[in-house]
C-alpha cells in the first residue's frame, strides 16, 4: 500500500492511498484543479479513482469536493452524520453518497476499511484504517484527544498519518483570539504535538513502522518542533521507525507500507522501488524528517 498526501493543514486536506489496483482519496480540502494535477504527478487520473473518503464536512477537508465530483460518478463513503451534511450542501446525486455508521468495519472490494470515531467539532468526524492484503494504513487527524475508539483504529497499522497540530507554548503565546485558543486545546480541538508524540510510542509499540506527522498549525507549530517533540519519545524505545512531517500545501513524497508484500511495477505512480522505500531505508525525503 502507498500513501501520498496532496495537502495536509489547515488550509486544505487530501490524501492518496493506494494499493496498486484501488486508488482512493482521503479529503478533498483542496480545489479539484490541485487535486487532479497531484494526482497526474503520481500517473492517476481521477477515472482510476475507486472512492473518496471524507472525514468531516469541515472546509479543510471538503471544499474541492463538489467541484471535482461534476460529471463524475466516483462513490464518497463518509459516516451517516457527515453525509447528511453533504448532501445539503453538494449538487452531488443522493446515490452517489454512501454512508456507514462509525467504529464499525466493512468490506469495499478486497480492502478492509475500519472508520472510527473522532472527537472534534462536527458530528460524525472519523479517523480511517484501511487494510489491502496484508498492509494497513491508518489516517487521523482533526480530534481534540486520542479515545479508545481511535486506539482501536491504528492499533497495529502499518503506517500512521497523524495529526501534531500546534506546540502548545507557541499556540498559548501566539496571536490567535482566546476562544479560538480555547477551541484548539478542547476534547474537540485537534492534537498537540505531545499528545501526537504519546500516541506515536503507543502506535510504535504496537506494530507501526512510518509514523507521518500531519495537519500541522502555520501560526502555532513547525515541523522541527512537531518532530523533535515526537522524536524524542520515540528515541525512548529500540527499534527503527519512519518519521516524517508532511508538508502543508504541497504534495509528500510516497510513502510504502507492507513492503515485503507488495510488488513495485511502474503502473502505479511511474515511481521507482527507491522512491518509496521508507522504514529502514536511509533516504530522508526533501521534507524535513528523520529515521531514529
Ligand atoms: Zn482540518
Ligand atoms: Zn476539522
Known sequence: MFLCTLASGSSGNCA??????HHFLIDAGISARRIQKGLAEIGLKKEDLSGIFITHTHTDHISG?????????IPVYTSKKTGETLIKQIPVPHNQIHTFQPDEPFDL????IFP?????????????????GEASVAVVTDLGHV????????????????????D??????????????????????HLSNSDAARTAAWAFQNGTKTILLGHLSAENNRPECALKTVGEELDRFAGRICLEAVPRSTASRIYAAGESNVEYTSSLCGKTKRDVLCAGGPGISETAGFIL
Not at 116 to 132: E, I, K, M, N, Q
Open 16 to 21: 492518496v492511498v493506494s494499493d496498486g489496483t
Open 65 to 73: 469536493l463538489s467541484v471535482f465530483l461534476k460529471k463524475s460518478a
Open 109 to 112: 472490494f478486497d480492502w478492509q
Open 116 to 132: 472510527f470515531s473522532t472527537w472534534h467539532d462536527v458530528p460524525g468526524s472519523v479517523g480511517y484504517r484501511l487494510t489491502a
Open 147 to 166: 479515545t479508545k475508539q481511535v486506539a482501536d483504529g491504528i492499533e497495529g497499522a502499518e503506517m500512521l498519518l497523524l495529526e501534531a497540530n500546534y
Open 168 to 189: 502548545l507554548d507557541m499556540l498559548r503565546m501566539g496571536s490567535y483570539p482566546a476562544f479560538l485558543k480555547r477551541r484548539i486545546e478542547s476534547n474537540y480541538g
